[in-house]
């Protein structure tokens, strides 16, 4: 019998995230099972300083050693292995919120992003930022799903993912007052056929059926609330489905989770962030997972914060990062299915 093919570990980029937060100690408690090195190759950009600083304040089960390098392709397969960004001395303040934290949040990202460009790492998982003291002239963005859609140039969507659900988000970090306005048919529809193929090419779901929420109560509850529902949303659920997706709706939020209408559908479509993120996080606050669907390249991040109150604790669960690597792998894998499967129909 022919012997199988050891598979190529992932070499998989991760982002340092905030450096004053709970992102290393994530980090180094995932990697610190030497289990996850015989499926994936971690790069992570950012210093072997505060990697080791960051180390220091933990009670880890097991060892980590770091290997530093410079670039991702002197990366070695089953070590952790760190991207000195800088040989400057850098200023960590555990549970603040401090303007060194987010240049090296930047930097981070930045380079990550150049090198998943070309190819020197195959999919990328981003640790948690500050979206405040991320701010400067070239990072203009509410979040790391908008700077990678400008990154890659391309639509993106915002799905959570845990094992009971997958939710995309409509209008991802938006104020409510400006929710409305930004629902447009185009917008709408395009949303809707952008998670239909991520189901497909993402997560190996032949004929996904999309659940489509609501924007006002009981869905206008036929016009005595209001009526976007019925003249914004319907008809773009009904061209869907005129061209072969299998989009319902619009259905009010409060009971479609409150009866558990979502174990009947592949994907829900939440039409603003708390819509969405509410109900996701209270079946999955130390699990879930952000994918952002649409990019030409696999990007997931754990699905909590920088967790400033608990930083350098020894508090923080590891469980949603080490998902976010998991999930990167399985849509990496699940793409190279799909699109052979798909490259030539007649064959």
């Excluded at 598979?7 to 610190?32: A, W």
């Excluded at 210093?47 to 050693?65: G, W």
């Excluded at 392709?73 to 850098?90: G, P, S």
């Excluded at 998902?323 to 894998?333: E, G, K, T």
């Amino acid at each position: 019998m022919e012997e199988k093919k050891k598979q190529t570990p992932v070499r998989i980029g991760i982002t340092q995230g905030d450096i004053n937060g709970v992102s290393y100690e994530v980090i180094l408690k995932t990697f610190s099972d030497c289990r996850m090195f015989d499926f994936c190759t971690p790069i992570l950009y950012g210093s072997t300083k505060v990697a080791s600083y960051h180390k220091k304040l933990l009670s880890l089960h097991q060892d980590i050693t770091f290997n530093g390098i410079h670039e991702a392709k002197e990366a070695a397969d089953h070590k952790f292995n760190v991207i000195n960004l800088t040989n400057d001395e850098i200023k960590i303040e555990v549970g603040k919120l401090t303007d060194v934290a987010g240049a090296q949040s930047r930097l981070s990202l930045n380079k990550a992003c150049e090198d998943l460009k070309e190819g020197c790492v195959d999919v990328l998982v981003t640790a948690p930022i500050s979206k405040k003291n991320i701010q400067s002239p070239d990072f203009d963005f509410p979040g790391h799903t908008e700077y990678l859609s400008h990154q890659f140039g391309c639509s993106s969507l915002m799905i959570m993912v845990c094992d009971r659900m997958r939710i995309g988000i409509v209008t991802n970090h938006l104020a409510i007052k400006d929710v409305p306005d930004a629902i447009t048919h185009n917008v709408l529809f395009d949303k809707i056929m952008l998670m239909n193929e991520s189901l497909k090419r993402d997560f190996g779901i032949p004929m996904p059926k999309i659940a489509i929420m609501a924007l006002d109560p009981h869905a206008g509850d036929n016009g005595v609330i209001g009526n976007f529902d019925m003249t914004v949303v319907k008809p773009v659920i009904d061209e869907v489905q005129s061209k072969g997706v299998l989009a319902y709706g619009p259905y009010p939020s409060d009971g479609f989770f409150g009866n558990s209408e979502f174990t009947k559908f592949d994907g829900v479509l939440a039409l603003y962030h708390d819509q969405g993120l509410i109900p996701f996080k209270l079946m999955s606050f130390t699990e879930g997972v952000n994918f952002t669907a649409g990019l030409p390249y696999v990007r997931t991040s754990p699905a909590h914060g920088t967790g400033f109150d608990i930083a350098g604790k020894d508090k923080a669960s590891e469980q949603s990062f080490r998902r976010a690597v998991y999930l990167a792998c399985d849509i990496l894998r699940n793409r190279k299915e799909y699109d052979e499967l798909t490259s030539d129909p007649l064959n």
